[in-house]
């Protein structure tokens, strides 16, 4: 194993691995997530394909820690569950399947800002990983809009169609999440489940939090370095 984990680090170095994260989320985000003509199965190989180069991306960085272990473990049951789905489809099983993608995320995206905020100099690799953090919050908020909309179908209302969301959806889900995390003025869907909306009025003060506390602790860490750098 530790020579696997050795291997695996000299392909990716730590801060390469970044990189090759960033470019996964993007590819799933806004290339494979829109295609909803695919079927079930086909989403199934894309996601089993795209959360085993996460998987392996944040290894590489980190090893087999006790945080790592526990996020791969709770994104293979995620994957288990949407295959179950497909062959006992059940609200229930979906619910599940978005607690367990969420709570994965969230460690996902704990473990990556701790790569981005650690001292030293500041690169475009670890500014790639912010971005990385940022995408992954937008898709945190994706998974908790998805659970609301198992939970009451009548959630979310899209405003063209006057109608209400599919949960099984997630490129909706997604653009409005995005929408709200970026403060863009072309969200086409409106909660009206009051949890969905403290939900969104959380997410969007989020998002604006976190660009600037970011810009100054990216900021600060450059002019340590460069300080540091001159003694």
């Known amino acids: 194993m530790k020579a696997f984990f050795n291997r695996l680090s000299d392909l990716m170095p730590a801060d390469a691995s970044l990189t090759v994260l960033l470019g996964f989320l993007i590819a799933d985000l806004f290339v494979l997530q829109p295609i909803e003509a695919l079927s079930g199965w086909a989403k199934l190989l894309i996601d089993i394909v795209t959360v085993t180069g996460i998987v392996l991306s944040i290894l590489a960085v980190l090893g087999l820690q006790r945080a790592t272990g526990i996020f791969v473990v709770l994104a293979g049951a995620a994957l288990l569950l949407r295959g179950l ?47 990385v953090v940022y995408l992954l919050l937008g ?4 998974q908790a809009y998805r659970m609301i909309a198992l939970y009451d179908p009548s959630a979310f209302v899209l405003t063209d169609e006057v109608s209400h969301i599919d949960p099984e959806i997630n490129s909706k889900l997604g653009m409005f999440s995005f929408s709200v995390l970026t403060a863009s003025s072309f969200i086409d869907m409106t909660p009206v489940n009051p949890v969905a909306r403290s939900l969104a009025m959380l997410e969007a003060l989020i998002g604006q939090l976190y660009l600037v506390i970011l810009i100054a602790r990216l900021v600060s860490l450059e002019v340590e370095s460069n300080r540091m750098g001159d003694r």
């Open 139 to 142: 898709m945190m908020w994706t």
């Open 85 to 131: 789905r497909l062959v006992v489809p059940g609200d229930g099983i979906g619910y599940v399947q978005s607690v367990l993608s969420l709570v994965a995320i969230a460690i996902l995206a704990w473990l990556v800002l701790k790569l981005v905020l650690r001292s030293g100099r500041v690169t475009i690799r670890r500014i790639q990983g912010a971005v």
